[in-house]
T-cell receptor, first 113, second 112 residues
Framework: GENVEQHPSTLSVQEGDSAVIKCTYS??????FPWYKQELGKRPQLIID?????GEKKDQRIAVTLNKTAKHFSLHITETQPEDSAVYFCAASRGSGTYKYIFGTGTRLKVLA | DADVTQTPRNRITKTGKRIMLECSQTKGHDRMYWYRQDPGLGLRLIYYSFDVKDINKGEISDGYSVSRQAQAKFSLSLESAIPNQTALYFC???????????FGQGTRLTVV
């Protein structure tokens, strides 16, 4: 069945450094790839997404890259700040029909001051 | 603001009891989902529904059932709760065509 693998499970970086989280998906029909941030005790919220017709998307300090051939997509956070500390989830979904969201297992990011 | 609301927010129940978690949304979305979150296991899909007459099993549906009472309401039931169903449960909704999923605040369920 469909599967999304996410690595690493935990990541610690110094404030100001960059963080990269990687995901691999199995369903070749997936064409929508969102990233969610979950702060402690809160609900997951979308921070950025990318569709399969785009290779890269950037929004201020965060960016997502997609390699459809390899079925890989990655989240890049530059100039990390303490408020970036959270759990991040990737997901994959088909854009039409009876699609559903399949989430990765999450990455706990700690930004050390 | 349009939102996704889950009730209750916290619940402690005994093994063998039936319990229902409720989700309602004012976003006007057709698609609704129930996920379970456990540490290290991410968000696992229990059931999903694309409209009132449509119910689909997710990857971990055993021991759970759902009811889509209306476009805006999607309930999750544990027929006979067991301790390994202790988890954080999230309801989510989305529009059509591969769009953002919006989550409820979550229900923390403890089965003792």
């Amino acid at each position: 069945g469909e599967n999304v693998e996410q690595h690493p499970s935990t990541l610690s970086v110094q404030e100001g450094d960059s963080a990269v989280i990687k995901c691999t998906y199995s369903d070749s029909a997936s064409n929508y790839f969102p990233w969610y941030k979950q702060e402690l005790g809160k609900r997951p919220q979308l921070i950025i997404d990318i569709r399969s017709n785009v290779g890269e998307k950037k929004d201020q300090r965060i960016a997502v890259t997609l390699n459809k051939t390899a079925k890989h997509f990655s989240l890049h956070i530059t100039e990390t700040q303490p408020e970036d500390s959270a759990v991040y989830f990737c997901a994959a979904s088909r854009g039409s029909g009876t699609y559903k969201y399949i989430f990765g297992t999450g990455t706990r990011l700690k930004v050390l001051a | 603001d349009a939102d996704v609301t889950q009730t209750p927010r916290n619940r402690i129940t005994k093994t063998g009891k039936r319990i229902m978690l409720e989700c309602s949304q004012t976003k006007g979305h057709d698609r609704m989902y129930w996920y379970r979150q456990d540490p290290g296991l991410g968000l696992r899909l229990i059931y999903y529904s694309f409209d009132v007459k449509d119910i689909n099993k997710g990857e971990i549906s055993d021991g759970y059932s759902v009811s889509r009472q209306a476009q805006a309401k999607f309930s999750l039931s544990l027929e006979s709760a067991i301790p390994n169903q202790t988890a954080l449960y999230f309801c989510a909704t989305s529009g059509a065509g591969g769009t953002e999923a919006f989550f409820g605040q979550g229900t923390r369920l403890t089965v003792v």
